[in-house]
């Protein structure tokens, strides 16, 4: 575990650098980068706010409550709240979708290849790149979060240093699909729901009374994440190259938390390895990409859907209201309206708009 010290930067750059990535993987699948609509980028700091911040209040009330990893705390969570053991569901969905995306990650990353026009095929430049990961994840977390971090920088300042083109901005009318692709970046891409922040953060949790100390840090560097996108693309060979880098070493980072989270319910080494080597390598199925990427987004919603019901309508009201600590009741009652009504529909609806495109 982390000392307080170290987690007290490591969740917010981490937050920057996972939600930079996972929006870079999820941009071609909803084609916001190439659109650059401005209308869409207004609607997604909106979803920012009233979707990815109550969610984040949420992921680190639950650790303040638990003090452990969320797959190992659900046990303790469902007990509390006398309610079925079925929502431990969720841990589970969320402890298998950490390598789940880490393949879809690498999957992105070995297409941004193309860009240097490599002659090997793709699944065998996948492979690579993720038995690399998986050989990383084995690494000093601090060693790959800053691995992950001068990639990430680099990628963004090469892509401005060698004068990127991007298209011209522009306002479009606001299309109910686009609700659907901001709730997916803002949760999805944030890396909420996942318990990833709600795990890098218990040593700053363990000693701080209030959670906005620790979830602002959080939230405004994935809110930064999604500004710096906005500005960024792959069309050159060395911002490609590290884009590559920062994927690699970010899935290494998640492979090793979702491990972790493994291994603190005393799962069998090999079980451990199995699922988390069989959910990232599942991505090299020739031809599945397209269909894996539909089940990436909705398996992300569903995640976030589970906790916020589990949250506002199943735990009792004082637990969350002594984890958080607002200083005011009627911050309190906002949060809970979110979580217990905007969230619910505002995914429900995503999911429905989602659906709609593809179908």
Known sequence: MQDNAMSKWLSPLMAFCLSFLIIATLAPITGIQIDRQLDFWMLWLATML????????LEIALAKRSKTTALQALSSLTREADSSQHWRIVG???VVFIPFLAG???NHASNVMAVADFTIQQPIIFAGLAIVALLLSL?????LVGITAVSVLASIILTNVMGTQLPAWQVTPVEFAEWG???VLALVATGLGMGLYWQTSLATVKQQDVATKTVLPIWIAQLLAVIAFG??????????FALIAAIVAAAALILQLAREQLQQRQLNAVIQWAVVVVATLVWVIPNVAPIFNHLLILWGLVISLVYALFAGWI???SHLRKSMNFSSEAFYNLWRIAVRVVLPVSIILAILAVLGQWF
């Open 181 to 183: 692709n901001a709730t």
């Open 92 to 94: 589970w969905l969320a």
């Open 315 to 317: 735990m009792k009201i």
């Open 231 to 240: 500005f960024f693309a792959v069309k050159a060979d060395v911002p490609a």
């Open 139 to 143: 690494i000093p977390r601090l060693i």
């Open 50 to 57: 009233i979707l990815a911040l109550p969610v984040c209040y």
């Open 104 to 106: 879809a990650m690498l």
